[in-house]
């Protein structure tokens, strides 16, 4: 029997009319409806950018729909947060962040949103670390020579990261308190801004990703000393010791890569995300690709694998916190 058009719309109208909505497997069925928007609260030209604009190529492939890369950095990822929370939760806006989504409210008085209560886990795609280094002509090749060094200086050495109160700030200070170390923060707006001043020697070290620290290793342009925001040493670069194996507690909380939505996006949009990027992390080539951007590949995980990671991040950060003190606005 074939139903007509205008018979289909009277009857959807009359389901509206008497209050019953349309079916989440409707919803489903009709989503997506237009380009995706994904947020990125960080820079262009970023690592996650790039991930970011990978993972939205495939994304693309398998729902028929551009994905947007909508880049909202600043404020330590908290304005492109705010923005994905301010959208429409119908599964056209989504949101590729890092730890700092867990780590932020617990440090920044300006930040109020709750990521449990916000949003939506959808796929936990990598474990991050972040890599104390220092340009070639540093003498220090080892962290305790670098702690060494600074102690003989006449002022504070300087170290680089992406912004005052930042994940990396905070380890930056873990080292000083603990080790004795002189150190002074230099926040830049982001990392790409930050390297220049880095690789010319302008900076006395500085907390770097996985894949710049990588590559400029091996030409020879700066030296690795340790690795922090992980609890074992990153499978990139398994010759660097961790922050915490040279004993700076508090730095051997996992890093995260994910995505998210929205809470109030409906369940069978967010499911249907879910499958389809947890498939894409599971890829041979995207796995081999994770690892070349210095990151540890996950293959998507269930909801309730990631927000227990995201908990572990929450319950690291309360105590690192308490282990050194920075005034932020």
Excluded: C
């Amino acid at each position: 029997m074939t139903i007509h058009r205008r018979h289909a719309l009277g009857a959807l109208a009359g389901l509206v009319a008497t209050g019953i909505a349309p079916s989440a497997a409707s919803q489903a069925a009709s989503y997506p409806n237009r380009p995706i928007r994904l947020v990125v609260p960080v820079t262009a030209g970023s690592v996650l950018d790039v991930i970011a604009r990978e993972y939205g190529e495939r994304l693309h492939a398998a729902l028929g729909q551009p994905i947007v890369v909508d880049n909202k950095p600043g404020a330590n990822m908290s304005i492109g947060i705010a923005n994905a929370i301010a959208s429409p939760a119908d599964g056209h806006t989504l949101l590729l962040t890092t730890t700092e989504m867990v780590r932020g409210p617990l440090t920044f008085p300006y930040i109020k949103y709750d990521p449990f209560k916000e949003f939506v886990p959808l796929a936990h795609v990598a474990s991050t670390s972040i890599f104390f280094v220092v340009p070639a002509s540093s003498p220090a090749r080892t962290l305790q020579e670098f702690v060494a060094l600074s102690r003989r200086a006449p002022a504070p050495l300087s170290y680089g990261t992406i912004g005052h109160g930042s994940g990396p700030h905070f380890y930056g200070e873990l080292i000083a308190v603990q080790t004795g170390a002189r150190l002074a923060d230099v926040p830049y707006k982001g990392e790409v801004p930050l390297l220049p001043d880095l690789l010319g020697g302008r900076l006395d070290a500085a907390f770097i990703s996985g894949l710049p620290a990588a590559q400029y290793a091996k030409e020879g342009r700066i030296r690795i000393l340790a690795a922090g925001s992980v609890s074992r040493r990153a499978a990139s670069l398994p010759d660097v010791p961790t922050l915490a194996e040279l004993g700076v507690a508090g730095t051997d909380i996992e890093g995260f890569i994910g995505f998210f939505v929205t809470k109030g996006t409906p369940t069978a949009v967010s499911e249907r995300l879910a499958t389809e990027l947890g498939r894409i992390a599971a890829l041979p080539a995207m796995r081999e690709r994770m690892t070349t951007l210095g990151f540890e590949p996950r293959f998507g995980g269930t909801r309730e694998s990631f927000l227990a990671t995201m908990q572990g991040v929450h319950d690291g950060w309360s105590k690192a916190n308490k282990l050194v003190s920075i005034k932020v606005e």
